[in-house]
């Protein structure tokens, strides 16, 4: 199959790219601007161009572009999308629903969600992590858990989500403010199941309107309800991130690796931002304990940071996780915790059993290079598109 891959610099683009070739599918790369989600003119003419010209036959993207599916309708041809943003409003547009859709969601929660909508083509479908790739970087074929060399005693990559959503609202009234505050903080305290939508009431909603103005196109199958608990979501990620990553710094060497101001964490040791194809696997490698904080909006799914410090064959500390609990095994193939008392005793604990925690690293290693490779996951998706059944 020669397949037009739409690329926007995102950071799995080579591993798709070469596991694409090595599973025998000719490729074209492009990467085209576009002012319009749904509609615009000139980016439909070039993309149809490149089509013509090397006479695709597919098309391909990590995320979905109504723009694209509207092509991919034209010329009647398949469009694959693999989601790895959660939520990801592009879904709710009507051109999702075209037959010529083939949409892969990682997370199963935002897949049950979905469902109502009419897509056609629709799967639950985790993501995935190039290990070949990681150990030819690290230059080694496999993390055995024995290696030496381990630098910082506990790690965390990622953003703090300061420029959050709700953080831009000017105002709101006491009463409001503090009902928000409470939802929140009860979230901060439950792991595994998300409740906050269920906690914005019409009236709730309708003053927030008035505060924040959150607005999709009109076509949109998306609720207010669901675009202001995703801004509550992001302000509940950062808050735990950076009272966790406090905590964190009074008790151990923790490092880390953001481009958010590291003055939020002072008592942290400031790694800067690391490159994900080059850098990022040996700092997962290096460290003794890394970290894993979810987005709040991904109620249940693996998020990709999980599966690449796994990936690289470092110790993983996640906040409890739907599908991580049900793939992998806990205090087997990584550590989970629910809550900050648990963090900072599992933290504790695991810098002082040594060999535990590599073989932990080294058996999630297994895990992953077994069940989420890329080879593994792109041959299954194939595998749906051709044959067009579901998966459950």
Known sequence: MRILYYT???????????????????????????????????????????LKKYACSAMFSFNFFPVIAKTAEKYQIKYISWIYDCPHWTLYSPAAKSEYNYIFVFD?????????????????????????????VLGKPQPEY???????????????????????????????????????????????YNFVSELLTDDVIKRMEACLGMHMPDAYAVSERELYAAALNEKITSQERISFLNSLSKSFRLTIYTA?????????????TVDYNQQMPGVFRR?????NMTLRSIQSGI?????????????????????????????????????????????????????????????????VQKLFSYEIRVKQMFEFVQEEKGMK
Request: aromatic share 12%.
């Open 303 to 367: 998020p990709l940071r999980a599966l690449d410090i796994m990936g690289a064959g470092g110790f993983l500390l996640s906040n409890y996780q739907q599908e991580l609990a049900e793939q992998f095994e806990d205090g087997k193939d990584l550590v989970l915790y629910a809550g900050k008392e648990e963090l900072l005793d599992k933290t504790r604990y695991y810098l002082s059993h040594e060999r535990e925690r590599r073989e932990i690293a080294y058996r999630g290693f297994l895990k």
């Open 108 to 136: 199963r929660v935002q897949y049950l969600n979905l469902q109502s909508l009419g897509i056609l083509h629709l799967y639950h479908f985790p993501l995935a992590v190039n290990t070949r790739k990681i150990c030819e």
């Open 287 to 291: 460290s003794k304990i890394n970290l």
């Open 146 to 192: 024995e290696e030496e060399g381990e630098q910082t005693d506990v790690s965390f990559v990622g953003s703090l989500y300061e420029h959050n959503r709700y953080d831009k609202i000017h105002y709101l009234p006491e009463y409001l403010k503090g009902y928000l505050e409470g939802v929140m903080q009860a979230q901060q305290l439950v792991y595994g």
């Open 260 to 272: 958010s101001p590291c003055s939020l964490v002072p008592g942290a040791q400031a790694g800067g």
């Open 8 to 50: 926007w610099f995102e950071n799995s683009t080579e591993d798709m790219a070469q596991t694409l070739v090595l599973l025998g599918h000719e490729l074209v790369k492009c990467n085209i601007p576009f002012q319009d989600y749904e509609t615009d003119e000139v980016f439909a003419r070039q993309l149809s161009e490149v």
